[in-house]
């Protein structure tokens, strides 16, 4: 892109911005899969090391008639393990569960605190979550409560709670230094500003998504998957992408 004085200005520089170091924070084991793992992935292979905190471990993610209350557990461990696998596939290092129940998710003060220890002891650079304003998305899919909690929770969490050293001060007596997380990359909003090119990663996403077996069953993802990468890219003309509202909590400082 040539900008009026003649130089050539990147058109998509913003895009370019690979964390040193990442949290992919999410309610239950998959949904980093079905929305930021072509960025994760990406960044991953860019040399960013990255954990998953995963709130719940999906324990009442099965319809099936014949499974009832004493499956969860079983069922939580299953999914945990499938979280770990889709995980190797990205390259994010490590995962942790914090076993909340699943379906019954509250952005509670306690969940903003646990995400507020563990962004202090993690000390990331970038968050990434999903919208904790999205309701509905389109007309087929109303959002999931605890996709929007775990968005909420862990947003106060970035800001204030984790870089606000008097709130909760029992962190930082336990150790818990205040720290300032640079950008919360916020996946689904209705106004995305950011957009990240994953042509490169489509393929490894749909990998790592396929190894969250237990709830595919027998359907293949790959077409849709395809088809919300196009739809995120068409607006800025990229074949596959993840777009993004981005909140830079902290603006990059020049080097010396
Ligand atoms: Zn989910």
Redesign the pocket.
């Known amino acids: 892109m040539t900008s009026l004085s003649g130089k050539i200005t990147p058109m998509t520089s913003e895009n370019e911005y690979i964390p040193k170091c990442a949290l992919s924070i ?3 084991p ?2 980093q899969e079905f929305t930021v793992a072509g960025t994760l992935a990406k960044w991953a292979r860019a040399g960013c090391e990255i954990i998953s905190v995963i709130i719940t471990s999906g324990d009442a993610g099965s319809n099936d008639p014949k499974h009832g209350a004493d499956y969860k557990p079983t069922l939580a461990r299953i999914r945990e393990q499938e979280q770990r696998s889709a995980n190797a596939v990205l390259g994010v290092k490590e995962a942790v569960f914090l076993g909340y129940p699943d379906g019954e998710l509250e952005p509670t003060l306690a969940l903003r605190k646990e995400l507020t220890r563990i962004i202090r002891q993690q000390r990331p650079e970038a968050v990434v979550i999903g919208d904790p304003q999205g309701v509905f998305y389109g007309n087929g899919y109303i959002n ?1 409560p ?2 929007r909690a775990a968005a909420q929770a862990a947003l106060y969490a970035v800001f204030p709670s984790a870089e606000t050293r008097l709130i909760f001060t029992d962190l930082l007596l336990a150790g818990y230094e205040p720290h300032k997380v640079k950008r919360v990359y916020v996946h689904g909003s209705e106004k995305p500003d950011t957009w990240v090119d994953i042509a490169g990663t489509i393929d490894v996403k749909l990998e790592a998504l396929r190894k969250h077996a237990s709830q595919l069953g027998e359907w293949d993802p790959e077409k849709m998957v395809r088809e919300w990468a196009e739809e995120e890219g068409r607006e800025k003309g990229i074949q596959y992408a993840e777009a993004y509202k981005v909140m830079v909590n902290q603006e990059e400082q020049p080097e010396n």
Do not use: K, L
């Open positions: 999410h309610a239950h998959d949904d999931h605890d996709h």
